[in-house]
């Protein structure tokens, strides 16, 4: 069955320290996978997906089919990342599954 | 563009009575999708919508829960009766037609059954 797993529920770093937050997934196929964030009293919205391999708010994320893991890093963690972050694969049928998510929380 | 919109932000009912939630999509976007998140959980799919066909229902528990997207554009989730465990955030988010559009999502609906 397809599963997206984030082992953390919390993850406390401090302003300028690099962040990892971890996915793993499984699935049959060749999936799409995709970070959705969540700040604070705002709605859930797309950070990124690996297909456009690229850097969205100094965020990156790399695709390890080896490992079946898409984890989401940054350099540099600043306070206003202080989010919750869910990680998700899509199958082809455009049906997004969420992992349970991560809280990120930056402190000054 | 003010984005998915929901209504009611807010709903708190008694168990066994009915509670109905609606959507409005982004302009344009044929895609609906109504997500179920649980306290602690990522959104789980409910049901989806090309245009005004539910393509994908196997996640809704048809015994209480319906939707409807009659002309293709706005939509209703009903639960009837609720009970006390359909306490929980229900977010609409819609999309472009198309493999993996990216899909926008409204502010939710919390529910609170007591």
């Known amino acids: 069955a397809q599963r997206v797993t984030q082992p953390e529920k919390l993850l406390s770093v401090f302003k300028g320290a690099p962040v990892e937050l971890k996915c793993n997934y499984s699935y049959s196929g060749s999936p799409e996978l995709f970070w959705y964030v969540q700040y604070s009293r705002q709605r859930l919205q797309l950070l990124l997906r690996h297909i456009s391999r690229e850097s969205i708010k100094g965020f990156t994320a790399d695709l390890n089919k080896g490992e079946t893991s898409f984890h989401l890093k940054k350099p540099f963690a600043q306070e206003e990342d202080s989010a919750m972050y869910y990680c998700?694969?899509?199958?082809?049928?455009?049906?997004?599954?969420f992992g349970t998510g991560t809280r990120l929380q930056v402190f000054p | 563009e003010a984005g998915v919109v929901q209504s009611p932000r807010y709903k708190i009912i008694e168990k066994k009575q009915p509670v109905a939630f609606w959507c409005n999509p982004i302009?344009?976007?044929?895609?609906l999708y109504w997500y179920l998140q649980n306290l602690g959980q990522g959104p789980e799919l409910l049901i989806r919508?090309?245009?005004?066909?539910?393509?994908?229902d196997s996640q809704l528990p048809k015994d209480r829960f319906s939707a409807e997207r009659l002309k293709g554009v706005d939509s209703t989730l009903k639960i009837q009766p609720a009970e006390l465990g359909d306490s929980a955030v229900y977010l609409c988010a819609s999309s472009l037609s198309g493999t993996n559009s990216e899909q926008y999502f409204g502010p939710g609906t919390r529910l609170t059954v007591t």
């Open positions: 998700a694969l899509s199958q082809l049928t455009d049906k997004l599954i």
């Open positions: 302009s344009g976007h044929n895609t």
């Open positions: 919508y090309e245009n005004e066909e539910a393509v994908d």
